[in-house]
T-cell receptor, first 114, second 113 residues
Framework: QQQVKQSPQSLIVQKGGISIINCAYE??????FPWYQQFPGKGPALLIA?????SEKKEGRFTISFNKSAKQFSLHIMDSQPGDSATYFC?????????????FGAGTRLAVHP | GAGVSQSPSNKVTEKGKDVELRCDPI?????LYWYRQSLGQGLEFLIY????????KSGLPSDRFSAERTGGSVSTLTIQRTQQEDSAVYLC???????????FGEGSRLTVL
């Protein structure tokens, strides 16, 4: 119940295309769903996040779609650019004892070809 | 400092040796986390510190792993009698006490020969 399942493991997209990464969870106690972006040799950095009371959040070219009933959420990257090439992790927060215990998905390695 | 600082950035050790990895969180952040990232894998939670509360050690994979946080700031992750399966990138993150984002360091890459 603590798992977050992420797919695909890797993704290749042409410049200008749409990148879509999907995640699913089981634990309905999760209350916050962030996406982290990691470039080689760097630590992950927060990209965008959503709470379960909204179905969509958009920031620039990045959109999270959230389906509470299906317990699924996805990241859409519009007009993908070579600079978006990175590993993306979805995560879910389990608020236990009042702190941020983030459970991460396995990651998706995105390559955007020019 | 401006961000989370980790040292060493790279560590190569022989099987059976002990290693210490250091994390200096963002000033003022009360929460500190250690995660492990194995090659091509996700981020595995290891341990969490929040202020003066007892740490959550539920993610430590074995009793060879331990961590401490001195003075509510710097943390040290210690791995005793290292094994080859301990080879990974060990990431430290800190956050403020609220439900905000985690700020990660660049990690310490451990290679056990």
């Amino acid at each position: 119940q603590q798992q977050v399942k992420q797919s695909p493991q890797s993704l290749i997209v042409q410049k200008g295309g749409i990148s879509i990464i999907n995640c699913a969870y089981e634990n309905t106690a999760f209350d916050y769903f962030p996406w982290y972006q990691q470039f080689p040799g760097k630590g992950p950095a927060l990209l965008i996040a959503i709470r379960p009371d909204v179905s969509e959040k958009k920031e620039g070219r990045f959109t999270i779609s959230f389906n509470k009933s299906a317990k699924q959420f996805s990241l859409h990257i519009m007009d993908s650019q070579p600079g978006d090439s990175a590993t993306y992790f979805c995560a879910a927060r389990h608020l236990s004892g009042g702190y941020n215990k983030l459970i991460f998905g396995a990651g998706t390695r995105l390559a955007v070809h020019p | 400092g401006a961000g989370v600082s980790q040292s060493p950035s790279n560590k190569v050790t022989e099987k059976g040796k002990d290693v210490e990895l250091r994390c200096d969180p963002i000033s003022g952040h009360t929460a500190l986390y250690w995660y492990r990232q194995s090659l091509g894998q996700g981020l595995e939670f290891l341990i969490y510190f929040q202020g003066n509360s007892a740490p959550d050690k539920s993610g430590l994979p074995s009793d060879r792993f331990s961590a401490e946080r001195t003075g509510g700031s710097v943390s040290t992750l210690t791995i005793q009698r290292t094994q080859q399966e301990d080879s990974a990138v060990y990431l430290c993150a800190s956050s403020s006490s609220g439900p905000g984002e985690l700020f990660f360091g660049e990690g310490s890459r451990l290679t056990v020969l």
